[in-house]
């Protein structure tokens, strides 16, 4: 779907805070503009975004048409016990994006 670029620790200690960072590559359409025939062009945003640490959801957003292009994600959870966080997302299209990263707490 789109290039994704993830950005927090690899490890980290019980109960420390530990900062997410997302850069989702998406056109984010929002349906209030015109091609170059006149058209309107369709809208297409990346509408709903889930994160789960060990299965568990720490985030869910609903993101609506105002989000900018390539929406930018910074978000932070309590590293608890060793598992991997994952982050996924769908479209109005359909598509449906992922990302996911271990974090080892010691």
């Known amino acids: 779907m789109a290039r994704v670029l993830l950005h927090m620790k690899k490890t980290a200690a019980p109960g420390e805070i530990v ?4 850069l989702i590559s ?13 058209q309107m062009v369709k809208r297409n945003i990346i509408h709903s975004f889930r994160c789960t640490y060990n299965g568990a959801e720490v985030l869910r957003l609903d993101l609506h048409p105002a989000i900018a ?7 932070s959870l309590r590293a608890e016990k060793s598992g ?23």
């Not at 900062?19 to 997302?22: C, P, T, Y």
């Not at 292009?69 to 978000?75: G, I, K, R, V």
């Open 84 to 106: 991997t966080v994952e982050m996924r997302w769908v479209d109005d299209e359909g598509a449906e994006g992922s990302a996911s990263a271990p974090l080892e707490v010691g």
């Open 19 to 22: 900062e997410v960072k997302l």
């Open 26 to 38: 998406h056109p984010m359409e929002s349906g209030q503009r015109k091609d170059e025939t006149g």
């Open 69 to 75: 292009a390539n929406p930018y994600l910074a978000f």
